[in-house]
Nanobody
């Protein structure tokens, strides 16, 4: 059974940085694209960033492009999200997700393209 565990969330001032991690166990991490989504209070879950199985291709939501960087370490079965220049509107619960299909090089951005999810980690950005 696949398990995804996020960590690294917390409270930070606007302009600050955080690094989220997603540790994956119980599956062949290196074969699957991975993604980050977030959900703010009263809003629907939205795509943040995704990375292909090999790590060579990434995709970002326009709202985070240039500020966030997604990466993965297949040897450690772990994905990361480096978040810089944080804004209050980045406040949300951040979820990591594992792709449904193997060998996806260009990552997809829809929640339906991901089959396993973590429990989420809270990120709060104060103004």
């Amino acid at each position: 059974q696949v398990q995804l565990v996020e960590s690294g969330g917390g409270l930070v001032q606007a302009g600050g940085s955080l690094r989220l991690s997603c540790a994956v166990s119980g599956g062949t991490f290196s074969l699957y694209a991975m993604g980050w989504f977030r959900q703010a209070p009263g809003k629907e879950r939205e795509f943040v960033a995704a990375i292909g199985y090999s790590g060579t291709r990434t995709t970002y939501a326009d709202s985070v492009k240039g500020r966030f960087t997604i990466s993965r370490d297949n040897a450690k079965n772990t994905m990361y999200l480096q978040m810089n220049s944080l804004k209050p509107e980045d406040t949300a619960i951040y979820y990591c997700a594992k792709g449904l299909l193997t060998f996806i090089t260009v990552p997809r951005t829809g929640a339906a393209d991901f089959g396993s999810w973590g429990q989420g980690t809270q990120v709060t950005v104060s103004s």
